[in-house]
């Protein structure tokens, strides 16, 4: 999943800039909002994206600290 993050981070952006220009070419202030509120959740979206893929590195980087580590002789008490 953490290759295709950044396509789906790139998408949820895209998509969010559309709602916003769509909401500052409306007129009637109650579809605008539902712009708005439409791209806010895209952001939000983008937001969570973020979180999930720095959290991948962070357990993929602490995986490889634990391999590379040196194994622990085992005591027989």
């Not at 953490?2 to 396509?7: C, H, I, Q, S, V």
């Not at 789906?8 to 708005?36: F, M, P, S, T, W």
Request: glycine share 2%; proline share 4%; hydrophobic share 40%.
């Amino acid at each position: 999943m953490l290759r295709l993050l950044p396509e789906y981070i790139r998408d949820c952006r895209e998509r969010a800039a559309e709602c916003r220009e769509i909401a500052n070419g409306v007129i009637d202030e109650n579809l605008k909002k539902q712009y708005l509120d439409i791209e806010h959740r895209w952001t939000h979206l983008v937001k969570s994206y973020v979180f999930v893929e720095s959290l991948e590195r962070f357990l993929l980087d602490a995986e490889r600290t634990k391999a590379a580590m040196p194994k622990s002789p085992v005591s027989d008490d």
